[in-house]
């Protein structure tokens, strides 16, 4: 038998001026033998948490019904093309978060650390903070062996490790939601420029003289890679060059939307390696850090990745849909009902954040299916009903392809949702015994 598909290892990358360019995942990358067995390459896993501060208010996010026949609340309305994916989960607690005697007032500092990682934050505002390991961090061990990147941590607002944010809580535990170990937090990126950066690499500086004169000259990352990429993609399959032009498109865009940003931006950029980009308006913004993410997963470059939509104690505002008054200010609601009637309103928009993510991820071609065949997405908040704090039946919305049976709204009777966590690392393949309290994995099929 003569086999004469054209093989590219695995690991190749484009570069040119400084720049290294991971590719997506192509059919040529299998092995040429493995032609005649496609269907028995090994698919990749990938798994994101998406993460929203200060809960929402009861009876405005849990459906009616439970089984497939349910209603679609206001906040979940925006995920109604993925319903037949979403797996929907009530009457689940954040255990961990609980205030215990003694703690402090503040309840925020308890919130993300107990979601995450299934254990009862410190109470601390020095640097003798303490918690787990996060259900990221964990998946990471396992589906990071083989990419560039263990994980991707990334936020949209600034962070700061300094000092008090929450009353008797150190800011580390409103800043992060990822945990290597107990006493080593994660960082997380808020800067999209840094992200792209971090992601495939770039020699420029900030000073704006420079960086002017450098864009003019490169006009775009990727121009010094181009011939090298038309080159590698001679010979190869229809469905590879559609797949290599799909995602060259994709950097370009992103570059281009990075440029756009960074020339509205009115911030003063300080001269540094890794210029920063921050789009004006929390759309723009979101969607960028989403894009990032997507481009991340088609190299391949990551299989796990944590996003920080919203953040304990974010004060954000949101113009865009009417709401001024700012996030944390809404969530301490008093069953006031225009209080409640913007918080909805923000949990929509969150919720269409989210939507937009899968949107893009059942878009782009992986394998034998899509990105979104192959990953599953958690999103969720530590808190059920911010007004008072309490870590009791807290949203949690999960979608999948092939790993998850979606379509359901199911209700449990005070579910730990470390136990969430395990089922999901299992199946993803990733053999913990443990999350935090977690020790009795729940069905999710």
């Not at 971090?198 to 420029?204: K, T």
């Not at 864009?215 to 990727?222: A, D, H, P, T």
């Not at 949101?318 to 009637?341: F, N, Q, T």
């Not at 919720?351 to 878009?363: I, N, V």
């Amino acid at each position: 038998m003569i086999i004469t598909k054209k093989a590219i290892p695995r690991r190749t990358v484009l570069r040119g001026l400084g720049t290294t360019l991971a590719l997506p995942l192509l059919e040529s990358m299998v092995p040429a033998l493995s032609a005649i067995a496609k269907t028995d390459a090994k698919v990749a896993r990938r798994f994101s948490v998406v993460y929203v501060a200060h809960g929402y208010a009861p009876g405005f996010w849990t459906p009616k019904g439970t089984g497939a026949d349910y209603e679609l609340t206001m906040p979940l309305q925006p995920l109604a093309k993925f319903r037949d994916r979403m797996l929907l989960l009530s009457g689940v607690d954040n255990t961990a978060a609980l205030q215990r005697p003694g703690d402090p007032r503040g309840g925020h500092g308890r919130m993300a650390p107990a979601f995450m990682c299934g254990v009862h934050a410190k109470p601390t505002q020095g640097a003798d903070f303490q918690a787990g390991v996060s259900v990221d961090q964990i998946a990471a061990q396992h589906l990071g062996k083989e990419t560039q990147l263990p994980s991707l941590q990334l936020s949209l607002e600034p962070v700061d490790f300094s000092g008090s944010c929450d009353s008797g809580y150190s800011c580390v535990y409103t800043n992060t939601l990822c945990w290597r170990g107990p006493t080593m937090p994660l960082p997380m990126e808020d800067n999209p420029r840094a992200v792209f950066e971090r992601l495939f690499g770039d020699s420029g500086t900030t000073e704006g003289r420079l960086r002017a004169k450098r864009i003019r000259e490169k006009r775009s990352i990727l121009d010094s890679v181009l011939d090298k990429a038309r080159t590698l993609s001679e010979g190869t399959s229809a469905s590879d060059r559609r797949l290599f032009d799909e995602y060259l498109q994709s950097i370009r865009d992103v570059e281009r939307r990075l440029e756009t940003a960074e020339a509205q931006s009115s911030r003063e950029l300080p001269v540094v390696a890794q210029p920063a980009a921050v789009p004006q308006t929390f759309p723009e913004y979101a969607k960028l850090m989403l894009d990032l993410q997507i481009l991340a997963y088609q190299a391949d470059l990551t299989r796990v990745s944590t996003f920080m939509l919203a953040k304990e104690l974010s004060g954000r505002t949101y113009p865009e849909i009417g709401v001024a008054e700012g996030h944390h200010a809404l969530s301490h609601h008093g069953d006031m009902e225009d209080k409640l009637s913007m918080l909805t309103k923000v949990n929509a928009h969150h919720t269409s954040m989210l939507a937009y993510f899968l949107d893009r991820l059942q878009s782009i071609p992986d394998g034998e299916g899509t990105l979104l065949d192959h990953s599953v997405v958690l999103y969720g908040s530590g808190h059920g009903d911010p007004n008072k704090h309490d870590p009791i039946n807290v949203p949690l919305a999960i979608f999948g392809g092939d790993l998850i049976k979606g379509g359901r709204h199911v209700h449990h009777d005070h579910q730990h949702v470390a136990n969430v966590h395990l089922a999901l690392l299992h199946t993803l393949g990733v053999p913990a015994e443990s999350v935090g309290d977690g020790n009795a994995a729940i069905s999710l099929t």
